[in-house]
Structures are given as structure tokens and as C-alpha cells.
């Protein structure tokens, strides 16, 4: 006997990926050998083994969950396509209202008033590599929330911020974040603001999509809260916004914490929009900036939470994200950032302790 | 592929021109093994879910731009496929949240733990979780050729590749699973017990002492992110 086939050149053969002569060495080899052939045979065995495991059926709430969302796009859709008939301009602003605590069902409202983006943006490919889509995710975003692990980065915006809600005199102190409901921003283009939550005036919030420096896309929950964030408070706030009764969790799961899974407005931001109405944004920043700067912070634990709100009194973009270990992490950006520079004002580190 | 009314083809043209209820109904016509093909990638069926409707949704807004080149469940297909790898990437970049405690995370989120009793059968467990430490490229070829019975002429067609490069793939996978499998088919279960082969459960031993070397329960690799090609 000399020497054996390894199992992946036996699995080749098997697979009949590998050429004539090889196999017919293989094959001779075979007979012979009753290790090899052993090892064979348990190839077959992993196969069948694979056969057999059952696929679940799809459960029906989960069915209907897509629906839904395909129900919902098809509203879009249709909506956009109305508008653009009707000559309207289309705001973009109302859009990105995600309806976080509403619609319990998952539908999204009635009258697709949301998602003004056109088609024609829409259908064009937009595979880019710092690929820009808005949407929720409640699950994931629950699922990480309960971790308790985050970095927290705050990018300064000092552009565009609504003043309504993002002023100076809307600082927050050292108030826990959740201790009282956020006013949501104005919408600073188009209609009226969307005030799409519940009663207690959650703010709106949009997950966008960033790519990284190495190519992977990367989403991250963005809201306006207006708030400001200091040295002294940013540790307990960053802490309340992520705990499950904060911030975070009250998104995810509505003020009566009744866990109520979603189908999320899925909304993309495409840089090619030709006549695509405004850009969206969140607190007065075009999601396009938000993506620049969290691509632009080169944050290598993956973003969750961006909030747009203040720090030490400038507008700034606080960015919370996942950080290994049992801290959170925030850094601050200024408004200036963008796709080619950080604007990095602070890289603060939270202990988890509470 | 038919064209007449009713056809897939039929009722994406439909959709295109806006026909609000096509897109629903397309899905729903393939949806069993479009779902399949999730929950066999992703193991956790809220994944699966939440990565059948991205790609749903994508090919919702992309159906313009379907030639017609491949069969509408072929183009179908291959969205879910890619949607879940991204889902599989997210994940992985996620690394101090093991997959089990962010399955666990989620169902509890969504309210329910423990949702399909055919999903947490030992065997399924374990299959999947060996399925999961395999380059991604490999899953899913095993996924479409072993687990749900494709073609490798379809796989090859879903995946965008030659079908010799799923032919490689599949065995490639599954010569790394036989030390991670061997256990649940020498272990006298319901996998051994319903083996086609049962020759294949007496020799599976041998191969726990000595092929198993090579293979070793260390070789398992972490996924790997740049296993896949661009998509």
C-alpha cells in the first residue's frame, strides 16, 4: 500500500471534479484499499446525512411578516408613482420616518406618502461598495441591544441641524436619555415632519448602511435627538440609551416594551438618483454624510447607534457601536466630517458598570 | 420556462407595470424553497426571515433590470442566496456575539424561543452548526446540492459559477465535515439508523481514528470572509 488519498481528493473524485486519469487512479486505488474506501463511503454518509435533516416549513407569522413588507414596498411604489403623475416634488424627508413604535402590525400607514423615491433611482444598480440602504432591523438590533456591548462615537455635525430641536437650549444636562420622551426633529425640507410614532413622541429613527475600509457593509440605527452630551453625562447617557428600557429598547419594542415584531420601511439611498428628490436625512444631515462619516471613522467594531444631537454644545454626531469587552465605547464627530475626513472630536470609552 | 399567462415571467412583466399584487404572488408561488434555502443557510428562522424579505425587497426594486437570461426562480434564488450571505458576513463581524446567545437574542426579541421543535433536533443542530464553521462558498453549495437536492447544473446557475466550481465546493465541504458528522452517524441515532448506507456507519468509526487526524475537530476553520466571490 502506498500512502493514501486524502478525504477532499476522495470527495473530488466522488464529485466527479477532478480528471479521467486521476480518477481512474483513484478508483483502482478504491478496491484495493479499505481505508480509503471507508473514507469514501463515509463521504456518501455525510450527504445523505445532509438529505435528511428536514426543513422546517416557514412559520406563518413569518410569512406574513414578508408580505407585508411586499405589501408595504408595493404602497411605495405606488405612491411614487402618483406623485410623480401629479408633477408633485417629492420631499424625500418624510420618507425615512421609520415607524418604529407604530403600526404594530408591520404595516406601514396607509397612503404611501413615505417613500417618494422614484423608481427610476430605484431599479438603477447601486452595488457600490459603501452600499447605502435605510431600513430596521428590530430583531438584530434587540438582539444587541440586550448585549449590553457597545462604542459609542460621536461625529460633530456642524451643518444643517434643525434648529427647532437641535439648539443650544435643548441641552439635556446630565439626564439620562430615557428619563423623559425625545422631541423628534423637524423635518427641515419638505411637509410637515412625520411624526410617524406614538403618543409619547419617540423619535423617528433610520438604519443606514455604511460600507467599510475593507469592503463590508455595515448598518447602524440613526436618530435625531437633539440632545447634549457632555464629559460629565456622556456615561450615563450612553448607558440608558442602550440599556432595553432606553432609548434603544423603547424603539425596538414600543413604550409598553411589548416586544412586537415589525416589518421595517425599507427605504435606499442611492447616489445616482438623476431627478430623485431631496436626499434623506436624519436631523438635517443627508444619510449620504452619516455613511461617509461612519466609513470615514473606520470604526472597527461596527456601528449601532447614531444619534444626532450635540456634544459639549456643538452639534455633533454621536455613534454608538459595538466594542469587545464590557465597555462601551462613544466617539464623538463634528459636522464636518464626511466620506474623506473623520472629524473625530472625542473617542470616549464607557464602562459598562452601572 | 413557460411565458403564458400565469408564468413567472408573466407576472414580473406584470409587476414591472405595476401590477401591485404580482410581486406578492411571485412570492408566494416559490417561497417554500426560496425559505428552504434561507433557513437551511442561516440555521435561526428569524434570520432567514429577515433575509428572505431583503431580498425580496431588492428584487422587488430590481425586477426591471431581470433580462430574462435565467429562469425568474433562478434570479430569485440567487437574491436570497446573497442576501444571506450578507446575513452570514453580518454576523461574523459581530464576533464577541456568539451565533447561538444572537439566535437566542433575537427569538427573544421577537417574542418566542424555541419557535420550530423540527430546527432544534439534535441532529439539525449539529449539522448546522458544522455547516456554519465551513467557508461560506462551500455551505452554501452544500446547502443547494445536498440538503435541498439541486442540480449542480442549477446551483452552478444560482451561484453564478461554473459548474466544475460546485462540484469543488461540495466536495471540498464535505470532506471537512466527515470529522465533525462522524459522531452523530456512529453514535446509533436516527441519522445512522436512517442512513442510506449503512455500511457507512460501521466504517465511520475507523475513519473517527484515523482519517479523523487529519480532519481533526482543530481543523475547523473560522468563516471566512473573503471565501466568496464578489457578488
Known amino acids: 500500500m502506498i500512502g493514501h488519498f486524502s478525504a477532499e481528493e476522495l470527495a473530488s473524485y466522488r464529485a466527479g471534479a477532478i480528471d479521467a486519469d486521476r480518477a481512474a487512479r483513484i478508483s483502482a486505488h478504491l478496491a484495493d484499499c479499505a481505508r480509503c474506501a471507508g473514507v469514501d463511503s463515509d463521504l456518501a454518509g455525510v450527504t445523505a446525512l445532509l438529505a435528511e435533516v428536514p426543513v422546517p416549513p416557514m412559520p406563518d407569522r413569518l410569512t406574513e411578516r414578508v408580505q407585508a413588507a411586499i405589501a408595504a414596498e408595493s404602497q411605495r411604489r405606488a405612491a411614487g408613482l402618483d406623485a410623480a403623475r401629479a408633477g408633485e416634488a417629492l420631499t424625500g424627508s418624510t420618507s425615512l420616518d421609520a415607524d418604529l413604535a407604530g403600526s404594530p402590525d408591520g404595516v406601514p400607514p396607509q397612503g404611501g406618502r413615505r417613500s417618494p423615491v422614484p423608481l427610476r433611482a430605484r431599479s438603477r444598480r447601486r452595488r457600490t461598495r459603501a452600499r447605502r440602504s435605510i431600513w430596521t432591523s428590530p430583531l438584530v438590533l434587540g438582539g444587541l441591544a440586550a448585549t449590553g456591548v457597545f462604542a459609542v462615537v460621536v461625529i460633530g455635525a456642524a451643518v444643517a441641524l434643525s434648529h427647532g430641536t437641535l439648539g443650544p437650549e435643548s441641552t439635556a444636562g446630565s439626564q439620562p436619555a430615557n428619563s423623559r420622551p425625545l422631541p423628534a426633529p423637524k423635518q427641515p425640507v419638505g ?72 416589518t ?89 458598570a452601572r | 420556462m413557460a411565458e403564458g399567462p400565469g408564468s413567472d415571467a408573466e407576472l414580473l412583466r406584470r409587476h414591472v407595470a405595476g401590477d401591485p399584487e404580482a410581486f406578492g404572488e411571485l412570492f408566494l408561488r416559490h417561497k417554500d424553497r426560496l425559505w428552504a434555502v434561507a433557513i437551511r443557510t442561516l440555521a435561526d428562522p428569524e434570520d432567514a426571515a429577515d433575509a428572505l424579505q431583503e431580498a425580496m425587497i431588492s428584487a422587488f426594486r430590481r425586477a426591471e433590470s431581470f433580462r430574462g437570461e435565467a429562469a425568474v426562480t433562478t434570479w430569485l434564488h440567487r437574491i436570497v442566496v446573497n442576501a444571506c450571505l450578507d446575513k452570514i458576513r453580518r454576523r461574523s463581524a459581530r464576533p464577541e456575539v456568539s451565533g447561538g446567545e444572537e439566535r437566542l437574542l433575537d427569538s427573544i426579541a421577537a417574542n418566542e424561543v424555541g419557535a420550530d421543535p423540527a430546527t432544534s433536533s439534535e441532529v439539525s443542530m449539529e449539522v448546522a452548526a458544522a455547516l456554519r ?35 469543488s465546493r461540495c466536495a471540498r465541504g464535505r470532506a471537512r465535515l466527515l470529522p465533525k458528522l462522524a459522531h452523530l452517524r456512529q453514535s446509533g441515532g436516527r441519522a445512522a439508523g436512517e442512513s442510506a448506507e449503512p455500511e457507512a456507519v460501521d466504517r465511520s468509526r475507523a475513519v473517527g481514528r484515523n482519517g479523523g487526524n487529519r480532519f481533526g475537530p482543530e481543523s475547523v476553520l473560522p468563516a471566512q470572509e473573503g471565501s466568496d466571490e464578489a457578488h
Open chain 1, 191 to 262: 411637509g410637515p415632519a412625520r411624526q410617524s410614532n406614538n403618543a409619547v413622541g419617540l423619535p423617528s429613527a433610520v438604519q443606514v448602511t455604511y460600507g467599510t475600509a475593507s469592503g463590508r457593509a455595515r448598518s447602524a440605527l440613526v436618530y435625531a435627538s437633539g440632545r447634549n452630551f457632555t464629559r460629565a453625562n456622556v456615561a450615563a447617557s450612553v448607558r440608558s440609551t442602550v440599556s432595553r428600557e432606553g432609548m434603544f429598547g423603547t424603539i425596538l419594542n414600543g413604550p409598553g416594551s411589548t416586544p412586537s415584531p415589525q
Open chain 2, 133 to 167: 464553521q465551513l467557508p461560506h462558498d462551500q455551505q452554501v453549495a452544500l446547502v443547494l446540492v445536498d440538503m435541498l437536492d439541486y442540480p449542480v447544473a442549477e446551483a452552478a446557475e444560482v451561484l453564478g459559477v461554473a459548474q466544475g466550481t460546485v462540484k
Open chain 1, 264 to 352: 421595517p420601511p425599507t427605504h435606499e439611498h442611492s447616489q445616482s438618483r438623476g431627478t430623485a428628490p431631496a436626499a434623506p436625512e436624519v436631523g438635517g444631515i443627508r444619510v449620504g454624510q452619516i455613511a461617509g462619516c461612519l466609513s470615514a471613522a473606520a470604526i472597527s467594531n461596527g456601528v449601532l447607534v447614531v444619534e444626532i444631537a450635540h456634544y459639549q454644545g456643538k452639534p455633533a454626531m454621536i455613534i454608538v457601536s459595538k466594542l469587545i469587552g464590557k465597555s462601551y465605547r462613544v466617539t464623538v464627530l463634528g459636522l464636518r466630517c464626511s466620506a474623506s475626513q473623520a472629524d473625530v472630536i472625542a473617542r470616549i470609552t464607557v464602562p459598562k
